[in-house]
C-alpha cells in the first residue's frame, strides 16, 4: 500500500513521534509507502509532499514541532477542494490518506471520508485535550508540565513582591490545561471557557487572602474565559479559516481589572505558544507512538473513517463521526475539585 500522511492546526509536541511511528510501522511491518504531505492540508490542495522513509524520518523522536510542518488550511475554503484532495491521491497513487490533527483538521478528514467517500483516517493530536471519543490527546501533558513550572516559578516572584500575578494559559474552548496546570501549581483562583467568571468574585478571593495574610495571589486563565455578561468589557477579534476567533487578551483585561477594583499590583504572564514548542514529554512521545502505530495497522487493515482513542489505557478505533460530534469539556464535578482551593 501507498499511505499519505499530514499534520494539521497548531503544532503540538508529539507530532514527529506520531509521523515517526507511522513510518516505520508501514515500512517495516507492512511493507507501505510513505507520501508526507507539507503543511497540513495545503500539501494535497497544492501538490506539496516528499517521500518519507526509515532514515528521513531518524532521531526525530524527541523534537517538538513536526518535520512536515503546518497550517490552519481548510480545504473545504477552496473551490472545488474535495476533489482536488481526491485528484491528488489518485496522482500519487495512494490507497488513502492519515491526518493528526484536532478538531479542525479531523473535521475536514470526517467530511472528506464522509461526503467525498475518501479514505481517510485520523490521529488524534492538541494540547487543548478537547477532543471527544478519547481520554486524551498528545501534546496535553507537555503542555500541562510547561504551564505548571511557570507557575512554581511566578509563586516566588509573586511572594517577593507581594503582587496578583495573572497567569494566560491556552485553551479556546475548554479549560483542561487552565484546571490541570493551576490545580498542580497551587493556583488561588482558576478560570476556564466552561464557566463564565464574575471578576468581582476573583477580587473576593484576593481579598480574602489579603485579610488572611496572604499578600500575593496566582489567577490562572484560560484564553478562551469570558467573562459573565455585563460584568466585564472584553475585546474583538477576527477569525481564521475554520471561522475560530483569534483569542488572546483575557489575561491583560483581567489583569487590569483586578487592579483597578483592589487596588493591589498586578502583572500578566501570556505563556502562548511556548506552552505547544519544544520536548514532548516522555508520556507524549509514547502516546503518540501508540497512536502512530496504531494508525498505521488500521490503515493497512483498511478500516478508512476510524481514529486511534486512548480508552482505559487502551488504544482503540473509535469512529471519526465520533470524535469529532461535539468537544470534550471540563466537566463541573472536576473544577469543583479546584475550587476547594481557590482563595
Known sequence: MRIGVLTGGGDCPGLNAAIRA???????????????????????LEDEWDELTVESTAGILPRG???????????????????????????????????????????????????????????????????????MTF????????????????????????????????????????????????????LVPERPFDVEDVCGLIRRRHSR????????????????EGTMETLESDTDEFGHVRLGGIGQRLSLEIEERTGFETRVTVLGHVQRGGT????????????????????????????PALRGGRIELVALRDAVAELRLVPTEEYEVAETFFG
Open 65 to 135: 514541532g513536526t518535520i512536515l510542518r503546518t497550517s490552519r488550511t481548510n480545504p473545504f475554503k477552496r473551490e472545488g477542494g474535495a476533489q482536488i484532495v481526491r485528484d491528488r491521491l489518485d496522482a500519487l497513487g495512494l490507497d488513502g490518506l492519515i491526518a493528526i490533527g484536532g478538531e479542525d483538521t479531523l473535521g475536514a478528514a470526517f467530511r472528506l471520508h464522509d461526503e467525498a467517500g475518501l479514505p481517510v483516517l485520523g490521529v488524534p493530536k492538541t494540547i487543548d485535550n478537547d477532543l471527544n471519543a478519547t481520554d
Open 280 to 307: 514532548p514529554t516522555p508520556y507524549d512521545r509514547v502516546l503518540a507512538t501508540r497512536m502512530g502505530v496504531a494508525a498505521s495497522d488500521a490503515a493497512q487493515a483498511g478500516s478508512w473513517g476510524t481514529m
Open 139 to 190: 501534546g496535553f501533558d507537555t503542555a500541562v508540565h510547561v504551564a505548571t513550572e511557570a507557575i512554581d516559578r511566578l509563586h516566588t516572584t509573586a511572594e517577593s513582591h507581594n503582587r496578583i500575578l495573572v497567569v494566560e494559559v491556552m485553551g479556546r474552548h475548554a479549560g483542561w490545561i487552565a484546571l490541570h496546570s493551576g490545580l498542580a501549581g497551587g493556583a488561588d483562583a482558576i
Open 22 to 44: 507511522i513510518v516505520r510501522r508501514g515500512i517495516d511491518v507492512h511493507g507501505h509507502e510513505i507520501v508526507g504531505f507539507r503543511d497540513g492540508w495545503r500539501g494535497p
Open 213 to 228: 495574610g496572604r499578600y500575593f495571589s496566582i489567577v490562572v486563565v484560560a484564553e478562551g474565559a469570558v467573562p459573565a
